[in-house]
């Protein structure tokens, strides 16, 4: 589980800085598919970097299992790291290397080798997202849509605790936006991995979340089921992005 307590994020030292997070505070059950949605500039890519602290927050814990993890450093960053999987709105692919390659690196990354067995685990990856017969091919041969699913096969090579999704879909177009949520969906039922989704887009909430938080100038100002959200929407943030508002009035 993941506990977010009165996190505060500001960037740079001046004291009348804006706060990018202003004492956020954020429950993630395990197994959960939590949304964290938000226009532009609310503050959800910086929720996500403090989370995976490539960010170090200004103030409040970040506890994860029980751990406040913001003062961690060296082998234990690392092997927290580890826990954390990332999927980004670019993929991040290296392009020099083959999809294999690619889905390998994290234990290349971790132990400085590929093993047989863990080059047997990334085909089992690859078949898990479909496209163990990409195996050979780099990532400009590949969609886009194609590219994220092996984004996700890397993110699980280390067999993490958690996904941090960062806008994954935005980039795409409907129909792969969809075929990558049902993935996600799928290896969240079949592997229990708490899937962590940054999105401004309503749409992505409701195909795959099970609870949300809206944040509105680095503040939650809603959060719980999202039934609960989409049927009753309270916040004015939250209304704006299910477009519950009369633009003429
Ligand atoms: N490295 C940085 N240095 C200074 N200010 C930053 C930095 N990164 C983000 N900010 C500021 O922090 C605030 C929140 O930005 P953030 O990128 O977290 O929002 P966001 O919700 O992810 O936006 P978007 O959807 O446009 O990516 C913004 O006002 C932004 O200008």
Same mark, same amino acid.
């Given at each position: 589980?993941?506990?977010?307590?009165?996190?505060?994020?500001?960037?740079?030292?001046?004291?009348?800085?804006?706060?990018?997070?202003?004492?956020?505070?954020?429950?993630?059950?395990?197994?959960?598919?939590?949304?964290?949605?938000?226009?532009?500039?609310?503050?959800?890519?910086?929720?996500?970097?403090?989370? =995976?602290?490539?960010?170090? %927050?200004?103030?409040? *814990?970040?506890?994860?299992?029980?751990? &406040?993890?913001? #003062? +961690?450093?060296?082998?234990?960053?690392?092997?927290?790291?580890?826990?954390?999987?990332?999927?980004?709105?670019?993929?991040?692919?290296?392009?020099?290397?083959?999809?294999?390659?690619?889905?390998?690196?994290?234990?290349?990354?971790? =132990?400085?080798?590929?093993? %047989?067995?863990?080059? *047997?685990?990334?085909?089992?990856?690859? &078949?898990?997202? #479909? +496209?163990?017969?990409?195996?050979?091919?780099?990532?400009?041969?590949?969609?886009?849509?194609?590219?994220?699913?092996?984004?996700?096969?890397?993110?699980?090579?280390?067999?993490?605790?958690?996904?941090?999704?960062?806008?994954?879909?935005?980039?795409?177009?409907?129909?792969?936006?969809?075929?990558?949520?049902?993935?996600?969906? &799928?290896?969240?039922?079949?592997?229990?991995?708490?899937?962590?989704?940054?999105?401004?887009?309503?749409?992505?909430?409701?195909?795959?979340?099970?609870?949300?938080?809206?944040?509105?100038?680095?503040?939650?100002?809603?959060?719980?089921?999202?039934?609960?959200?989409?049927?009753?929407?309270?916040?004015?943030?939250?209304?704006?992005?299910?477009?519950?508002?009369?633009?003429?009035?």
């Amino acid at each position: 589980m993941i506990e977010i307590k009165h996190l505060t994020k500001t960037y740079g030292d001046a004291e009348d800085a804006p706060r990018a997070l202003d004492d956020v505070s954020l429950e993630i059950a395990d197994g959960d598919i939590m949304g964290i949605i938000g226009m532009s500039g609310a503050g959800k890519s910086t929720l996500v970097r403090c989370i =995976n602290l490539l960010e170090r %927050p200004t103030s409040g *814990e970040i506890i994860v299992d029980g751990q &406040d993890v913001t #003062g +961690l450093s060296g082998t234990s960053l690392r092997s927290y790291r580890r826990r954390v999987a990332m999927i980004f709105q670019s993929f991040g692919l290296l392009s020099q290397k083959t999809v294999l390659s690619n889905v390998c690196f994290p234990f290349l990354a971790a =132990n400085g080798k590929v093993t %047989p067995e863990n080059r *047997e685990r990334a085909l089992e990856l690859l &078949d898990m997202v #479909g +496209l163990r017969e990409k195996a050979s091919s780099y990532p400009s041969q590949l969609s886009g849509g194609q590219q994220q699913r092996v984004a996700i096969a890397r993110a699980l090579a280390c067999d993490p605790e958690y996904i941090l999704c960062d806008e994954a879909t935005s980039a795409l177009d409907p129909a792969s936006t969809n075929t990558i949520l049902k993935l996600l969906r &799928d290896i969240n039922r079949k592997t229990g991995v708490t899937v962590i989704v940054i999105t401004h887009s309503m749409g992505v909430v409701e195909k795959i979340c099970h609870n949300v938080a809206v944040l509105e100038h680095g503040r939650v100002v809603e959060q719980g089921s999202v039934a609960d959200v989409f049927a009753n929407p309270r916040s004015n943030a939250a209304q704006v992005l299910l477009e519950r508002v009369d633009w003429d009035a």
